[in-house]
């Protein structure tokens, strides 16, 4: 097949898998810009996506015990992805050892060194936890796009979590902290915590206008809607905050302040849209978030498109919507997308409406095959 020219892009021409959740053994050969993967809930279609996200983030999206994505019965799983521009990166892990990620069969020293160099969006069911759940979900948001594009993050978020780890022990200590040590750890936390909180609020109001044209485009401009960023970095030099309240964390054990409860407000109109929105305006929301996400990286990412992992999204959204979300895909701002859904008509929506290349794959009880 001739290889169509796209924006800079990392494509997935082969994926292999063995033994990675209910998949003993797949390798498919890809199109370039459409994969479709049909199947009913629970036959392994989603974990061919999550095959394809290990292969960027070093994780499963949804499972962060690497051991329980071996197929049962077995000892150890392999997925390995051959991309295009001669690229090969291979994930694999035997029970009761560590898990080894090569690239061109050079494994990482340290895991982060991978990610961002295959940047990947997915959009999902589980999005909608980004509303009805706590902040720490909005917080992995902000740090799983901004870790695709500025190396740096990672590394200010680690120093970050070991110095607020080290106070909170100390906090929960017996005997009193020593003022001089837990004052060397708030200084740490402040230092990373600015730079952390500088990144996450260039990233929202960069993201935000993005954002809200994807939210108009696919709700026909029929509500407004907005996102706020809240930090402690808002009220004061980080440091100052943090030391505000030493006795009071001592009391209950733990850091009160910092960049750990940074949150992301979700607004339509001038209400929370946990409380306010539909399912089918919390599905509109979500997914117009994971588009600019995707525009967002596409742009600050080297240039490069990242692929693009569409799980089952069309569910509890009206015909308009979801005719809208078809038109914004099989445009040509995307590049490689795989998609999954039980509804073949929904599919040959999408494939009607490009011009592209497409395969379609149907999937049954961990069994993938290749069908026109």
């Known amino acids: 097949m001739k290889k169509t020219s796209y924006l800079c892009s990392m494509i997935l021409e082969k994926l292999t898998l063995m033994n990675y959740k209910n998949i003993a053994e797949a390798t498919l050969a890809l199109s370039p810009k459409m994969n479709c993967f049909i199947g009913q809930n629970g036959a392994g279609k989603t974990n061919i996506l999550d095959a394809i996200y290990y292969l960027s983030f070093c994780h499963s999206a949804n499972n962060p015990i690497d051991s329980q994505v071996i197929r049962h019965g077995e000892d150890f799983f392999i997925i390995e992805g051959n991309y295009d521009e001669d690229v090969c990166v291979t994930a694999a892990m035997k029970r009761g050892q ?52 500025d190396p740096t993050y990672i590394d200010a978020l680690n120093r970050y979590n070991k110095a607020l780890q080290q106070r909170n022990t100390m906090l929960k200590g017996e005997e009193e902290p020593n003022v001089d040590v837990i004052g060397i750890w708030e200084e740490q936390m402040a230092t990373a915590g600015e730079q952390i909180y500088e990144r996450r609020d260039a990233f929202v109001r960069e993201m935000v206008p993005i954002f809200q044209r994807y939210y108009e485009t696919i709700s026909g401009n029929r509500e407004r809607v907005s996102i706020n960023y809240i930090s402690h970095c808002q009220r004061g030099p980080l440091l100052e905050v943090i030391q505000r309240d030493r006795l009071k964390d001592r009391a209950v054990g733990y850091s009160l302040h910092g960049i750990h409860r940074d949150d992301l407000e979700f607004m339509i109109g001038d209400h929370l849209m946990k409380r306010e929105g539909s399912q089918g305006q919390n599905k509109t929301f979500v997914i117009s978030l994971k588009l600019a996400q995707f525009d967002f990286l596409k742009r600050t990412n080297s240039k490069t498109t990242p692929l693009l992992l569409l799980d089952d999204i069309f569910d509890k959204l009206d015909a308009r919507r979801v005719e809208q979300i078809v038109s914004l895909v099989a445009g040509e701002d995307f590049g490689q997308i795989f998609i999954t859904d039980t509804n073949r008509e929904h599919l040959d929506q999408i494939l009607s409406a490009s011009s592209h290349d497409y395969k379609i794959f149907y999937v049954e009880d961990g069994h993938v095959q290749e069908r026109g």
């Open 98 to 149: 560590k898990k080894h990620i090569k690239r061109n069969k050079k494994e990482y020293k340290r895991l982060s060194e991978h990610i961002g160099q295959i940047p990947v969006v997915v959009v999902s069911p589980s999005d909608t936890l980004l509303i009805e759940s706590g902040s720490e979900e909005r917080r992995r948001l902000m740090d799983m796009v901004i870790s695709q594009y």
